[in-house]
């Protein structure tokens, strides 16, 4: 059973006072991305928390999260209650959390995640939006179809979407930790964008949009897209062009944020 940690977290330190000193309405929207290699906090308007597992020596995989999926909940919730803070206040009424998940996600993995953000941040609601729709939303995509690949440290995803909508989508489990000490690191990550992106063309659905979305360049986002050759190889390995965000290791966290501040505003909006 987890529980709630006792003490103010660096969300409510942060957080502005109204006159009446209630919390300001943009910081109870907070986007949330678990990585497994890292974990990321964004509340809107404000400085990502950030917290990186730690490495054994000699250990390929870190931390209390694997191939996208919570491992040891107890371990996150413990990384997560040290990353937020040193002393209790209560959260701002109506917080919303937007929690980023892996294409493919099952009931069990998206269920120990709820329990680890509810135990730590006693949100008034959490949602999940896919990694990829997020990165989308954070990197400021055009409307209109759109190919996006997510290359994260133990994670690849390839997805399609019309007007933020995900047509067709999937996921390998390698990522920036696999093969990281071998002679050419990228090769399997080139390798599996493009075996990602050849499965979703072959994929049923909207082949207009999924067709659309391939000839107007794809979008690269996660740890990945910072590696500094990894962008031309993987345009050159399938003919079709790179570009990167700024930031794009936060597009997925700050979209989740924003997918978070929109939710707050709808349900500020409702009578």
Same mark, same amino acid.
């Not at 309405?25 to 906090?41: E, F, K, P, Y």
């Not at 928390?49 to 909940?73: K, M, N, Q, W």
């Not at 996150?76 to 009424?93: D, F, I, N, T, Y």
């Given at each position: 059973?987890?529980?709630?940690?006792?003490?103010?977290?660096?969300?409510?330190?942060?957080?502005?006072?109204?006159?009446?000193?209630?919390?300001?309405?943009?910081?109870?929207?907070?986007?949330?991305? *678990?990585?497994?290699?890292?974990?990321?906090?964004?509340?809107?308007?404000?400085?990502?928390?950030?917290?990186?597992?730690?490495?054994?020596?000699?250990?390929?995989?870190?931390?209390?999260?694997?191939?996208?999926?919570?491992?040891?909940?107890?371990?996150?919730?413990?990384?997560?209650?040290?990353?937020?803070?040193?002393?209790?206040?209560?959260?701002?009424?109506?917080?919303?959390?937007?929690?980023?998940?892996?294409?493919?996600?099952?009931?069990?993995?998206?269920?120990?995640?709820?329990?680890?953000?509810?135990?730590?941040?006693?949100?008034?609601?959490?949602?999940?939006?896919?990694?990829?729709?997020?990165?989308?939303?954070?990197?400021?995509?055009?409307?209109?179809?759109?190919?996006? @690949?997510?290359?994260?440290?133990?994670?690849?995803?390839? @997805?399609? *979407?019309?007007?933020?909508?995900?047509?067709?989508?999937?996921?390998?489990?390698?990522?920036?930790?696999?093969?990281?000490?071998?002679?050419?690191?990228?090769?399997? *990550?080139?390798? !599996?964008?493009?075996?990602?992106?050849?499965?979703?063309?072959?994929?049923?659905?909207?082949?207009?949009?999924?067709? @659309?979305?391939?000839?107007?360049?794809?979008?690269?986002?996660?740890?990945? @897209?910072?590696?500094?050759? *990894?962008?031309?190889?993987?345009?050159?390995?399938?003919?079709?062009?790179?570009?990167?965000?700024?930031?794009?290791?936060? !597009?997925?966290?700050?979209?989740? !944020?924003?997918?978070?501040?929109?939710?707050?505003?709808?349900?500020?909006?409702?009578?």
């Amino acid at each position: 059973m987890l529980t709630r940690p006792t003490h103010m977290t660096t969300l409510e330190r942060g957080m502005t006072l109204s006159a009446h000193g209630t919390p300001a309405l943009q910081l109870a929207a907070v986007g949330v991305d *678990l990585g497994s290699a890292n974990t990321r906090i964004w509340a809107a308007g404000h400085a990502t928390l950030h917290a990186t597992y730690p490495t054994p020596a000699g250990a390929g995989r870190s931390g209390p999260v694997d191939r996208g999926r919570i491992t040891d909940p107890k371990a996150m919730q413990g990384l997560l209650s040290g990353l937020l803070g040193e002393r209790r206040r209560p959260l701002p009424s109506g917080m919303v959390v937007v929690a980023c998940r892996p294409v493919g996600s099952d009931p069990r993995g998206e269920r120990a995640m709820r329990e680890v953000l509810t135990a730590v941040l006693e949100p008034a609601r959490l949602l999940f939006i896919n990694t990829v729709r997020a990165a989308a939303i954070g990197a400021a995509a055009a409307p209109g179809p759109l190919l996006i @690949a997510d290359v994260g440290a133990h994670l690849t995803e390839v @997805a399609v *979407l019309s007007d933020g909508i995900i047509v067709a989508a999937e996921r390998q489990d390698v990522g920036l930790h696999d093969d990281a000490d071998g002679p050419d690191p990228d090769a399997a *990550l080139v390798a !599996a964008v493009t075996g990602l992106i050849g499965q979703v063309r072959r994929r049923p659905g909207d082949r207009r949009a999924i067709a @659309a979305a391939v000839r107007g360049g794809l979008l690269l986002v996660g740890g990945g @897209a910072a590696r500094p050759r *990894l962008a031309a190889r993987i345009a050159g390995a399938t003919g079709i062009p790179v570009r990167r965000p700024a930031a794009p290791q936060l !597009a997925a966290v700050r979209g989740a !944020a924003l997918a978070a501040s929109a939710a707050l505003r709808h349900s500020a909006a409702r009578p």
